[in-house]
T-cell receptor, first 116, second 111 residues
Framework: GAVVSQHPSWVICKSGTSVKIECRSL??????MFWYRQFPKQSLMLMAT?????????EQGVEKDKFLINHASLTLSTLTVTSAHPEDSSFYIC????????????FGEGSWLTVV | RKEVEQDPGPFNVPEGATVAFNCTYS??????FFWYRQDCRKEPKLLMS???SGNEDGRFTAQLNRASQYISLLIRDSKLSDSATYLC????????????FGAGTRLFVKA
């Protein structure tokens, strides 16, 4: 079964609204989680590294005020897309690092966001 | 140059064929290595970790050559269900822990 759960699986929202995506590690504590975006037929793009109890580290070109990340517990990280626009429509995937298992990365099921 | 580079795809092979994917990484401080499989419109799933001694899981064999900074994945007796994108993934610890993904190699197995 899944060791990382992501919710919602898909969401449609109106332009200008905000959307929150949750990522939970189910079988282990994850001090570090990652958020990615993937456009059709393209590879995964790391957006940010989410660190429990501290600020997220954003990749170059990713707006931290637009993509708010909160990692308040060892099993939950959230990504909020604020003031969403149609160009934000994408597949968003989280992953969590299991340090007890050789730093293996497990992915959530992904969230399809469509902004209309 | 990208930190992790993979063979450009796509690979089109018949059922039963043996196919090999290659991946190179540029940072010698890289610590751990994995192959993931991603199906269309799905999240990547761990296929196997890669060890210096080489490891095998059924029809899949992974090899790591630290000296050459090279990782490979061999698939024997290809099945239609092997059609997917295969991602080479590298963890490194210097300059802040980071997971680097290759762009992926698309495999099509045809009947």
């Amino acid at each position: 079964g899944a060791v990382v759960s992501q919710h919602p699986s898909w969401v449609i929202c109106k332009s200008g609204t905000s959307v929150k995506i949750e990522c939970r590690s189910l079988d282990f504590q994850a001090t570090t989680m990652f958020w990615y975006r993937q456009f059709p037929k393209q590879s995964l793009m790391l957006m940010a590294t989410s660190n429990e109890g501290s600020k997220a580290t954003y990749e170059q070109g990713v707006e931290k005020d637009k993509f708010l990340i909160n990692h308040a517990s060892l099993t939950l990280s959230t990504l909020t897309v604020t003031s969403a626009h149609p160009e934000d429509s994408s597949f968003y995937i989280c992953s969590a690092q299991d340090r007890g298992l050789g730093n293996t990365i497990y992915f959530g099921e992904g969230s399809w966001l469509t902004v209309v | 140059r990208k930190e992790v580079e993979q063979d450009p795809g796509p690979f089109n092979v018949p059922e039963g064929a043996t196919v090999a994917f290659n991946c190179t990484y540029s940072n010698s401080a890289s610590q751990s290595f994995f192959w993931y499989r991603q199906d269309c419109r799905k999240e990547p799933k761990l296929l196997m970790s890669v060890y210096s001694s080489g490891n095998e899981d059924g029809r899949f064999t992974a090899q790591l050559n630290r000296a050459s900074q090279y990782i490979s994945l061999l698939i024997r007796d290809s099945k239609l269900s092997d059609s997917a994108t295969y991602l080479c993934v590298v963890n490194r610890g210097t300059g802040g822990f980071k997971t680097i993904f290759g762009a992926g190699t698309r495999l099509f197995v045809k009947a």
